[in-house]
Each structure stands twice: as C-alpha cells, then as structure tokens.
C-alpha cells in the first residue's frame, strides 16, 4: 500500500483539496466565478438593451422615411397638378390669342369686301351712267339717272351675292 504509487496520488490529491479549503481557494473561485457570470449577465444586458434601442432607432428610421416618401409623393402629385393646370392655361391663352386673331382678320375681310363692294358699285354707276350717256347721246335728269342707278345696283348685287 505504501508502495504504491496511486496511494500516494491519492494522498497528495487529498492533501492539495484540504490545503484549498484551508486556505480559503473555494471562497475565491467560488467568487471568481459569481464575478464572471455576473459581468456576463450584465453584458447580456447592455446587449439586449443596445438591440432594443437599435430596433427602435430602426422603427424611427422607417417611421422618417415613409414620413419622407409620402411628402415626396405630394410633391410630385402637387408638381404635376400645377403643371397640368399651366399647360391648360398656355392652351386657353393660345386659343383665345388664335380666337382674336381669327377674329380681326374676318374683320379685316369683313371691311375689305365691303370696300370692294362699295368701290364695285362706284365703278357699276359710272359705267352705266358711261353707257347710259353713249346710248341717249345726251345728259339724263337726276330721276332717270336715279332709275337707272337703281337697276344697275340691283343687278349687281345680284350678281355678288
């Protein structure tokens, strides 16, 4: 037994648990111990709570963006209404212009054929009164002339219209 090897592994081993409890070792890793679980429940803990405030700086985050694209929709929308109602604008402007202008050439025409006219039946008396002069060989009276006036516009104008 005393020449045994493990009897003395067992001894020294016995001894050695003995010397640690004696002195106290089982407190110190015992404390170590406790000291390392609890920093590593407290760095559980700053995790948790830096992911909570990660997840609420995200929601934040998201919350600003639809925020963002909801205002840069109605920009778009408020953007495209003001240039549709310009382009209308432009369009009536234009038409209007078109209208006026349409209307001051008729009046243009209006005025020009009525100065055609005018000038026509100018030309009509005095071609008549010409024939008239060169048919009778002499001067009319101012109511022959008045009649034969007549007639001649008459005939003219229907002949114009």
């Keep these: 037994m005393f020449s045994d090897p493990s009897f003395w592994v067992d001894i020294a081993l016995l001894i050695l648990v003995v010397g640690f409890f004696a002195l106290g070792a089982h407190k110190k890793i015992t404390k170590a111990l406790d000291d390392r679980s609890e920093r590593i429940r407290a760095e559980l803990d700053e995790a948790r709570q830096l ?11 998201e919350r600003q963006k639809r925020a963002a694209e909801e205002t840069a929709k109605t920009i778009v929308a408020n953007a495209q209404r003001d240039a549709e109602a310009q382009l209308e604008k432009a369009r009536k402007d234009i038409e209007q212009r078109a209208d006026a202008r349409i209307k001051a050439m008729e009046q243009k025409i ?5 100065e055609v006219v005018k000038q026509l039946r100018h030309d009509a008396i005095d071609q008549a009164f010409d024939a008239v002069r060169q048919v009778l060989g002499k001067d009319l009276t101012k109511t022959q002339a008045k009649a034969y006036n007549d007639k001649a516009i008459s005939a003219l104008e229907g002949k114009l219209h």
Excluded: G, V, W
């Design 51 to 61: 992911r909570e405030e990660a997840n609420a700086l995200l929601a934040k985050y």
């Design 110 to 114: 209006q005025t020009a054929q009525a």
